[in-house]
């Protein structure tokens, strides 16, 4: 089969219109053609310096496992593309496999295809370079919308949840993106952005360079370690000074509140580590939360917040359940 024709096939996979026989063909191109193989090698061994040179090989060696597993004859239980970016996502591999593959070999075409949808489930993280040299960093349940156009045309963007952006410069081609209610513009700079769809409240955080954000007909511009907390109700926006780090430690598994609610911190932790939570007693939703916790594991993120708060938490079927703690409630009352 001619590269044109590999091409038409992945356009048509990343539309989610391939048949079986049409991936396993793909998956076989990709196992077998050397100048993919190679680039696959050269963005491992981009990655982040924190992991070290062994993961990596270790990375690159089980993922093409994995590809090859797909073509063993009589194997019944061939893994689909999607998995494997699963997986490259929750190692922190800096790409976004397929969508890096077919900018890498196929981007000269200007076709139709669908949208390009690349994301961080609930109790992930993923990191992926784009093709034009800028890095995106996906906090859990979190997903970017990349359009054929992106780098051609435009450089825009969708996102839905928390992102970190590091921007690849170029004046030409403003960097653009778009989340619901508003969208922020920069030339080269980073910043990061928190606006799930299903939240009310959403800012925006910029430790490099300068954005401008649109807003309810009105234009913000923010300079390094200013915050702007949108309200989407109301349409109101408001700017603070901050200290950048704070609120972009989430990408070395370090969780900062700054004076939240504790429905909307409930709601974090259920993303950050998959997990489903009820709040038993009203009373505790609205208790505001200052301070920064390592996020290495669930227990002691919880119990950092049953330790400074008049909350405790108990596990019914897998369910955590927040409730009151009256015993200390008196306690915190007065040592405000």
Not at 5 to 13: A, G, H, I, M
Not at 235 to 256: G, H, M, P, S
Not at 263 to 268: G, H, V
Request: hydrophobic share 40%; net charge neutral; aromatic share 12%.
């Amino acid at each position: 089969m001619e590269k044109k024709n590999y091409s038409v096939l992945f356009e048509k996979y990343l539309a989610d219109k391939t048949t079986m026989h049409e991936k396993r063909t793909l998956i076989r191109f990709l196992s077998t053609n050397p100048e993919i193989d190679d680039w696959f090698r050269e963005q491992i061994q981009a990655s982040s310096p924190e992991i070290s040179g062994d993961l990596k090989q270790k990375m690159y060696l089980e993922i093409m496992k994995m590809i090859q597993e797909t073509n063993a004859p009589g194997n019944k239980t061939r893994k689909p593309l999607r998995l494997l970016m699963r997986v490259a996502a929750a190692v922190f591999l800096p790409i976004a496999l397929a969508f890096g593959i077919y900018h890498f070999y196929f981007s000269g075409r200007n076709s139709d295809i669908a949208p390009i949808r690349i994301e961080a489930e609930r109790g992930e993280k993923a990191n992926v370079t784009l093709p034009d040299g800028s890095r995106v960093w996906l906090n859990s349940n979190s997903h970017i919308v990349c359009y054929n156009a992106y780098n051609h045309r435009d450089r825009q963007l969708v996102l839905d949840g928390e992102a970190y952006f590091e921007v690849a410069h170029n004046p030409s081609k403003p960097f653009v993106v778009q989340c619901g209610d508003f969208q922020v513009e920069a030339l080269g700079t980073a910043f990061d952005i928190k606006a799930y769809h299903e939240d009310s409240i959403v800012y925006a955080v910029l430790a490099e360079g300068k954005v401008k954000l649109s807003f309810a007909d009105k234009n913000f511009f923010l300079t390094p370690n200013e915050r702007i907390v949108l309200n989407k109700t109301t349409k109101t926006a408001t700017i603070e000074r901050i200290d950048a780090t704070d609120f972009t430690d989430w990408r070395r598994n370090r969780l900062r509140f700054e004076n939240e609610y504790f429905a909307d911190i409930a709601k974090t932790i259920s993303r950050i580590y998959n997990v489903e939570y009820l709040i038993a007693d009203e009373s505790i939703k609205t208790l505001r939360f200052t301070g920064a916790v390592d996020n290495t594991n669930i227990e002691s993120v919880l119990n950092v917040i049953t330790l400074t708060s008049p909350v405790f938490y108990t596990i019914e079927n897998s369910l955590i359940v927040f409730h009151e703690d009256k015993r200390k409630k008196d306690y915190f009352k007065s040592a405000r």
